[in-house]
């Protein structure tokens, strides 16, 4: 006879069940998905871009899962402990704590994917996540960092977690159904797009089923989104500065993320939810392709500024003009009487020269083809050549240069802040 366990009754949703084969809109979203992280992990990157978009994607996504929990830290405020340029006073501690916490969690997800290959999902891995999670953070006693829930759980005074004693049969269940899908992941036979489509499933599944299960008297948020963060690195098919793109989107529509968690349980809507992760997830990964073609632009300007002027006389004019030109603002017109005044660096060049210098070096730059002037709007440099084989982004003389719906100087001033 099988046994009958208490979760059964209680939380029937909990089916360990899900079939994605049907084409319909998320088969679609997960297509146009799988192409956007294939574009991304096939872009060659200088090294130091490389790791720059690393350490700004490793704070949205320390920043976004902890800020979920209740984290009032801002992104900039968590770029900067993790610098270690602040600290907190002891009563914010906590705060500081748990962002320290969730960098060292990701760090070892990135080394772990780095460097093993067929990874497997087991109890152990979860409670070590959670273990390092929870540490050193005061919580109520019946709270152990890594240790199963021995009491009945309310989250939010809504949902009610799995029974208790149920957990480790449940959290067993769970690793063995998530590695069954890891299972196609890492088929090689299969094509990629369709191993992709597993490694999101099995990504949201987990994150999804720990949420329903919540194995942990505290963190369990976290440790959802940490799984999922791990699941899709290992996959081999999303790159590292995209495998927690899913926190940054759960953030930053948390109303929606919290409707669709509950639908999924009370209404059984699991597609629903998994929709919604990847239409997210889609968008984030828009915006990281604009910033990643912005960075790429910008390198192109800068070599061809050097190639124009490796055919120049050299000397301190010839350097005057090429720093000038390359501290103008891209794809923004700037006014004659700010020139000189752009960068330290710059004024110091004119402080010793009258203002028929600048004149000269306006003109020279403008019949070299690199800058543009305009009697009302002054100067700005013609930045928009590098972009003649980019379709939809501006006309010829780079009137309308967009990435989407905002500037990529929209999308790189968080960069800068961070």
């Known amino acids: 006879m099988v046994e009958t366990r208490k979760y059964q009754e209680s939380h029937p949703w909990i089916s360990f069940d899900f079939r994605g084969g049907q084409f319909n809109v998320l088969s679609v979203?997960?297509?146009?998905?799988?192409?956007?992280?294939?574009h991304l992990t096939g872009t060659p990157l200088q090294p130091a871009l490389a790791a720059e978009l690393a350490r700004v994607y490793l704070i949205k996504g320390v920043?976004?899962?902890?800020?979920?929990?209740?984290?009032?830290?801002?992104?900039?405020?968590?770029?900067?402990?993790?610098?270690?340029?602040?600290?907190?006073?002891?009563s914010q501690e906590y705060l500081q704590r748990e962002v320290?916490?969730?960098?060292?969690?990701?760090?070892?997800?990135?080394?772990?994917?780095?460097?093993?290959?067929?990874w497997q999902l087991t109890p152990s891995w979860l409670r070590a996540q959670n273990r390092?999670?929870?540490?050193?953070?005061?919580?109520?006693?019946?709270?152990?960092?890594?240790?199963?829930?021995?009491?009945?759980?309310l989250v939010g005074s809504v949902y009610r977690a799995a029974p208790p004693e149920d957990v480790p049969y449940l959290v067993e269940k769970l690793c063995v159904w998530v590695n069954e899908m890891l299972m196609h992941v890492y088929d090689r036979k299969l094509d990629?797009?369709?191993?992709?489509?597993?490694?999101?499933?099995?990504?949201?599944?987990?994150?999804?089923?720990?949420?329903?299960?919540?194995?942990?008297?505290?963190?369990?948020?976290?440790?959802?989104?940490?799984?999922?963060?791990?699941?899709?690195?290992?996959?081999?098919?999303?790159?590292?500065?995209?495998?927690?793109?899913?926190?940054?989107h759960y953030n930053r529509t948390r109303t929606k993320y919290y409707a669709k968690l509950d639908a999924a349980s009370r209404h059984g809507d699991v597609v629903g939810f998994i929709e919604y992760a990847a239409e997210g997830f889609v968008d984030q990964l828009r915006e990281q392709i604009a910033l990643v073609q912005w960075e790429q632009r910008r390198v192109a300007w800068v070599n061809y500024v050097h190639e124009v002027f490796q055919n120049q006389s050299q000397g301190e004019t010839s350097k005057r003009r090429r720093t000038?030109?390359?501290?103008?603002?891209?794809?923004?017109?700037?006014?004659?009487?700010?020139?000189?005044?752009?960068?330290?660096?710059?004024?110091?060049?004119?402080?010793?020269?009258?203002?028929?210098?600048?004149?000269?070096?306006?003109?020279?730059l403008t019949s070299l083809g690199l800058?543009?002037?305009?009697?009302?709007?002054?100067?700005?440099?013609?930045?928009?050549?590098?972009?003649?084989?980019?379709?939809?982004?501006?006309?010829?003389?780079?009137?309308?240069?967009?990435?989407?719906?905002?500037?990529?100087?929209e999308l790189l001033e968080e960069l800068g802040q961070l």
């Open 192 to 248: 990629a797009d369709k191993r992709f489509f597993q490694a999101f499933y099995a990504a949201v599944l987990g994150h999804l089923y720990i949420a329903w299960i919540h194995p942990f008297g505290d963190g369990n948020g976290r440790t959802a989104r940490a799984l999922e963060c791990a699941i899709l690195a290992h996959s081999g098919l999303v790159p590292w500065v995209s495998s927690s793109l899913l926190s940054d």
């Open 371 to 409: 800058l543009e002037g305009d009697a009302k709007r002054g100067f700005r440099p013609r930045v928009y050549l590098m972009d003649a084989f980019i379709p939809g982004t501006q006309s010829l003389d780079g009137s309308e240069f967009m990435y989407g719906a905002v500037t990529a100087e």
């Open 63 to 90: 920043s976004a899962t902890t800020a979920i929990e209740g984290n009032t830290l801002t992104e900039t405020e968590v770029a900067e402990i993790l610098a270690d340029r602040k600290k907190l006073p002891p």
């Open 324 to 364: 000038l030109l390359l501290s103008l603002p891209e794809d923004a017109w700037t006014p004659r009487a700010r020139l000189r005044r752009l960068t330290p660096e710059l004024a110091e060049m004119y402080a010793g020269v009258g203002d028929r210098a600048l004149s000269h070096d306006t003109g020279k």
């Open 29 to 38: 979203r997960l297509g146009e998905a799988f192409s956007k992280c294939q």
């Open 100 to 118: 320290e916490n969730m960098e060292r969690v990701l760090q070892r997800i990135d080394v772990e994917a780095r460097n093993s290959q067929g």
């Open 132 to 153: 390092e999670i929870l540490q050193g953070i005061p919580d109520e006693d019946h709270v152990i960092p890594g240790e199963y829930t021995t009491r009945p759980l």
